[in-house]
Every structure is written in structure tokens, then in C-alpha cells.
């Protein structure tokens, strides 16, 4: 399949025909976060191979491809968002790169192509790397700072699966490693060292110096080579659209005062507080010198869902140092805190705040850097990539907005969750109204999807000279009410009312993602996904794949394997051949609603994917407005839309009324 080049343009995204076209897809996929075949967490590891590893094979090893991206273009996707990471490139060391996944990778970009599919390419992380409870940096990186992360989990530094969870038992789930608890790495140490220095090197540790380097340039400068790397790989492919500059960040101590421990929303911080212990950057750069340390501990609020205080814990009561023999903690060096009588004291209170006499503009000082080289890296290789621009996701959701300085052809590419289903798991919890928002009533729920979502688009309006918005990150977990329609598959059953809860929420995200006419990337498809507890997507037991192998119980079916398939699948107009005004798609009637300024100048039809699923029996179209020619494709589940003049056209499908 030929693909027709697309590009962000102001706010819109337009093929090179000139239509309006809508970006709707997926992540692939969530166990690329980890090395194959058997990195997944789900496998014990002490992360002693790190420098020996491999993620050729992630997302799917070749010789699968045409499955699933088969797969994908079936369902209607135009678009992945392929994970890799910093470690899957750079893993044996600075400067060398694993040249066999590089080209392992470049074809799966081609592959995806090949299927109809653009790309663009993820940088992923979460909680800065897999020996920090997470994945993203390589291990070498925490040697390069000082840093033993085998002494982390003795130090309370990190939250890690491999070191929690005891798998010589059989309970999937464990209180030592409770679900979805990988986030509090963020308020642990090892990160607030990691992301401090990444973002503020040059400011807090001046002469801490790596390869003759400040620490942050060679961070970032590594980083910023494996981007490369993968660049030059990909610059000959027409269906890659860019590269996401970095998966929801962290921001280490940036903003915060020294002694400042956030135990509740406040005006200096409005984001909610995380389950775990509330340590501050001066709690956290004690535990990490190896002293004991008693702070705040925050649990979550069953009828909430609110992190709260509850009582104290002691950190790293063993006093372990997580430097390395001869490491010196460079914000000691520095004269941020000193050491008196065996306790911290804090020397420079508002140290990551404040900066030569003002505060610290964490957008423009922090964030617009990075966004700059990450477009200056990629462009040198071709240079109409977009730049798919990501802050961290709580400081977007409670008010922070994109630089001032953003690259030209920025893509909003923030991501948005349902906390309520993502942390409790069910989709209606409580029919009490709630300070967290349950999904008590379909219509309180739309209305809150709609609000939360349309604050992201504006925040691309305010992007200079405007920018689309794709959600890159949104979804649902399918081990709902632990695993509940697990145990009706293995049972037996194959209703699709095993899957209704799953499909009432997709639907709800799809409905307002829809009236915004915003893109968006699904979390995500997962090859090696398993219906089980302590597997899932294979990385610390999240289990958002609208795939899973398990369902796959009719090979000769393109959608089997797929979990709540009527929930994403839907239609929705690919390309148009003008403008849109609107779109929305009626799940219980099956009526799908297109609005659009018909410009004939335009050499190419309005595509509208007609998916099966939802018109088995094939469907009717009524067209109003502008005169039109329509062209049925059945087998492409397509619909053509050739205009025949100028003005507006108003579309409706709905299932077929014939025999």
C-alpha cells in the first residue's frame, strides 16, 4: 500500500492532497518497555545483564508482523505510536548502539507502512528505567552519576516489581507489590536524583561533571544520540510523522522546596499527592547518603481514591548509601544541604524554586530546551518531521502549559486517563458521587471526558501559530473487577457482554474524543499480552492491550484476539476532502454522523472507514448538501466520498435496511 505523506499544518493534520486527515491508532506495544524474550516482570531479575541485553522482538518478531499489523489496519488504525526506549539502543554503553535492533526496528517501521499504517516514534520511560521500578534510561546511567541501583530497593529508593514481588508464590496479587503502585518511584529518591540532574545539572551541580561534560549535557546528549540513531534509520520512510520528544517525564525536585514534603494539593503544588512515602527532596538526599529517615505516609482512600496521610514510616532504616565507594552526592558538594550530628540539614531552602533572582519557569527553562534539540536532532534527517511534544502529565492536567518557544509542526501529544477506572479497576465503583469522579451516570461521565479533554485542546490553542492535539496516551485496564471476564472466557464463554463494561467506557472516551475532533493513539496493543494477573502487558501488571493472545481462539478470524473490539472499532472519516465541522458515531443505533466543507479542488475523496464489526450486514448512507458520488469498498470496509461541488455535506451511515 502506498501511504500519502501527512504533516501538521497550524492546528490540523493534512495529507500531501491537501485533505484533512484524522489520526487514530494505537501503542505498540506495551511489553517494548522490556527486553525479549523474557525481560518482561513478570520474570524474576537483579538487572545483572543490563549491559548484555536485547529488544530485538519487541513489539513482535518479524516473522509475526503481518498478523498484527494485519490486524491493526482491519480495525480501522491509521497510525502507532512504536515504542522503543533509550536502553533498547544504547543498553551496552555511551556511544554504542545495538546496530541489529536499529535495523530490526527501521522494518518494523517499514512494515507498518506497508499495512497503511504512519508512524510516529516514542521514546518511552517510566520512572526514568527498569532498575527504578520502571523502564526508559539505560542501567549504565545510573553508574555514569554514582549510583549502585542493586542497592535501591535495601535503600528504599525505589519500588521495584523484581524486588517486591515474592514469585515463588502463587498469588497474582501481593501486598508488597500493590497494584498500579509503580508511579510513587516519581517521590522516591533514585528518580529525584536522576530527573534533577537530567533537567537541572547546569543549574544546581555546576561542576559535576560526567565525560568532561556537566552531568545534565551528558544526559541529555546521550539521550539525544540514540534519537539520533534511530533518525538516520528512519529518514528514507514516508509514513513516519516524527518522534515524541520524551514519555511523560518526571521532574525530579524542579519547583519544590527543599524541606517541602506534598501531602495534599496545594496553590505552589495543585497535583494530587501519590500513595507511599512523602519524602522531601531533603528527606529524599538523606535516604540516598544512607540515613535513616521517618516521614509521612500517604494510602489511599478506599471511597476516594485520594492519597492521605496515614501515618509515619521509616526509610532506609538499614542506613544503606545508594552512592558508589568514592561517589560523593553532588548536591552535598554543592551546598545545597550538609550533614550535622548524622541529620540533613538544609543549606539552600529554595535552591529548586528560585535561580538567579527569579523563580524557575519549569515550560520555558526545562521543557522548551529539550523540545528544541529533539527537533534539531530529527530534522537534520528530514526535515518536515513533527515534534510530538509531551510535559508531565500532572502538571499538564492541573495547569501547566507548552513553552513559549515551541518548534514549528508541534503536535500536542499529551495523554489523558479515567483515574477512577485506571487505580480502582472497575468501571461503576460507587454510585456516590466522589471527589475522584466514578462513573456512576453514562452522562455525568461524557460530560466530564468532554471537559477534561477539551482543556488539552486548549492548551494547543495557545501554542503559537496552533498545533494539533493527539492524545497520545488513553484507555482502559481489561482485568476489570480482577479479571472478571477472564474467568467467563475461560468458562467458555464468547458473549460479547463479557466484555460490556470494558466497552462502555471506550465507547464514552471515543464519543468525546469525537466531538473535539481530536487524534489519539489507544494504550495499547500488547503481542505477548496474557489474561493473567500477574502478566498482563508484561510490565509491572498493567494490563491495558486490547489484544491478548488468549482470545485468540479462531485463527482464521482477523479480530480474534481482540478484547472489546465494538468499543474502539468504530467509523470514523480517515481523510476528508475539504473540512470537517463534525463527527460523532451513536453506538446503539450504529449511526455514524459526518459534517464536512466540500472543496472539489481537492484530488482525493473523502475516506470513511465502515468498520464490520458494527455493519455486519453492510450499511445505508444518506447525503445531504453539496452534490456527491458515493463508492462503496466492502472488502476495505470504506466508504468513498467523491465531491462533486463546493459547500457543506452532511453524511449519515446506519445499518443496512435490506434483507
Not at 610 to 637: C, H, I, M, N, W
Request: net charge negative.
Amino acid at each position: 500500500m502506498t501511504l500519502i505523506k501527512v504533516r501538521p499544518q497550524a492546528d490540523l493534520f493534512l495529507d500531501a492532497r491537501g485533505r484533512q486527515v484524522m489520526l487514530r491508532g494505537v501503542n505498540l506495544g506495551g511489553d517494548s518497555k522490556t527486553p525479549y524474550p523474557d525481560g518482561g516482570t513478570q520474570f524474576p531479575s537483579d538487572f545483572s545483564d543490563h549491559r548484555q541485553v536485547s529488544f530485538i522482538g519487541r513489539p513482535f518478531p518479524l516473522e509475526d508482523a503481518e498478523e498484527h499489523l494485519a490486524r491493526l489496519a482491519g480495525w480501522g488504525f491509521n497510525v502507532v505510536r512504536l515504542l522503543t526506549t533509550w536502553e533498547a539502543v544504547e543498553h551496552a554503553g555511551p556511544g554504542l548502539y545495538d546496530e541489529a535492533y536499529l535495523d530490526y526496528f527501521a522494518e518494523v517501521c517499514r512494515r507498518c507502512g506497508a499495512h497503511g499504517l504512519h508512524v510516529f516514534v516514542d521514546f518511552h520511560q517510566d520512572v526514568w528505567s527498569r532498575m527504578s521500578g520502571g523502564d526508559g534510561a539505560p542501567g549504565w546511567t545510573f553508574e555514569a552519576v554514582g549510583l549502585d541501583f542493586t542497592r535501591f530497593p535495601a535503600a528504599g529508593a525505589a519500588h521495584v516489581m523484581q524486588a517486591k514481588f515474592d514469585y515463588a508464590d502463587p498469588s497474582d496479587r501481593q501486598a508488597a507489590y500493590p497494584q498500579m503502585s509503580w508511579g510513587s518511584n516519581y517521590r522516591l529518591p533514585a528518580n529525584g536524583i536522576m530527573w534533577t540532574l537530567f533537567w537541572g545539572g547546569r543549574t544546581f551541580t555546576p561542576d559535576f561533571r560526567v565525560d568532561g561534560a556537566n552531568v545534565q549535557d551528558f544526559l541529555q546528549g546521550r539521550y539525544l544520540g540514540a534519537i539520533d540513531a534511530v533518525a538516520r534509520r528512519l529518514k528514507a520512510l514516508p509514513n513516519v510523522l516524527g518522534f515524541d520528544t520524551l514519555n511523560e517525564p518526571g521532574l525530579g525536585w524542579l519547583g519544590q522546596g527543599l524541606s517541602y514534603r506534598h501531602l495534599a494539593p496545594t496553590a505552589q503544588d495543585p497535583t494530587p499527592p501519590r500513595v507511599g512515602p512523602a519524602l522531601s527532596p531533603l528527606d529524599s538526599l538523606a535516604v540516598a547518603r544512607g540515613i535513616a529517615t521517618t516521614v509521612p505516609l500517604l494510602a489511599r482512600n478506599a471511597n476516594t481514591g485520594a492519597a492521605e496521610p496515614s501515618g509515619e514510616t521509616t526509610v532506609n532504616p538499614d542506613g544503606v548509601s545508594i552512592w558508589t565507594r568514592g561517589a560523593e552526592c553532588p548536591f552535598e558538594r554543592h551546598g545545597i544541604y550538609r550533614v550535622e550530628g548524622g541529620r540533613p540539614v538544609a543549606a539552600a531552602e529554595d535552591v529548586f524554586r528560585r535561580h538567579a533572582g527569579r523563580a524557575l519557569d519549569i515550560p520555558n527553562d526545562a521543557f522548551g530546551p529539550l523540545f528544541r534539540k529533539v527537533a534539531e536532532t530529527t530534522r537534520r534527517h528530514e526535515p518536515d518531521w513533527a515534534v510530538f511534544a509531551e510535559l508531565d502529565p500532572f502538571g499538564t492536567a492541573f495547569g501547566r502549559t507548552f513553552p513559549d518557544d515551541m518548534p514549528e509542526r508541534s503536535v500536542n501529544a499529551s495523554h489523558w486517563y479515567d483515574v477512577a477506572i485506571l487505580f480502582q479497576k472497575t468501571v461503576d465503583p460507587d454510585p456516590t458521587p466522589t471527589p475522584s469522579e466514578t462513573l456512576a451516570a453514562p452522562d455525568r461521565r461524557q460530560d466530564r471526558y468532554l471537559r477534561q479533554l477539551s482543556h488539552y485542546a486548549t492548551l494547543s490553542r495557545r501554542i503559537v501559530g496552533g498545533a494539533p492535539t493527539l492524545i497520545g496516551e488513553f484507555g482502559i485496564p481489561f482485568d476489570l473487577d480482577e479479571g472478571e471476564a477472564y474467568a467467563h472466557w475461560a468458562s467458555g464463554r464468547r458473549d460479547r457482554a463479557i466484555w460490556s463494561p470494558h466497552v462502555r467506557a471506550l465507547s464514552a472516551m471515543y464519543d468525546a474524543l469525537d466531538a473535539l475532533l481530536l487524534h489519539a493513539t489507544q494504550w495499547n496493543y500488547t503481542a505477548s499480552n496474557r489474561n493473567s494477573l500477574r502478566v498482563g502487558d508484561g510490565w509491572n501488571q498493567e494490563d491495558l492491550s486490547i489484544f491478548s493472545a488468549d482470545q485468540r481462539d479462531a485463527p482464521e478470524d482477523r479480530d480474534s484476539g481482540g478484547r472489546a473490539v465494538e468499543g474502539f472499532c468504530r467509523p470514523f472519516a480517515r481523510a476528508v476532502q475539504g473540512r470537517i465541522g463534525g463527527m460523532g458515531f451513536q453506538r446503539e443505533q450504529r449511526a455514524f454522523h459526518l459534517r464536512f466543507d466540500a472543496d472539489p479542488t481537492i484530488d482525493a475523496p473523502t475516506e470513511i472507514y465502515a468498520p464490520r464489526v458494527q455493519y455486519p450486514a453492510g450499511f445505508d448512507v444518506l447525503a445531504k448538501g453539496a452534490r456527491v458520488r458515493l463508492e462503496s469498498q466492502p472488502t476495505g470496509q470504506r466508504l468513498l466520498v467523491h465531491a462533486l461541488e463546493p459547500g457543506c455535506v452532511d453524511l449519515m451511515l446506519k445499518p443496512s435496511s435490506r434483507p
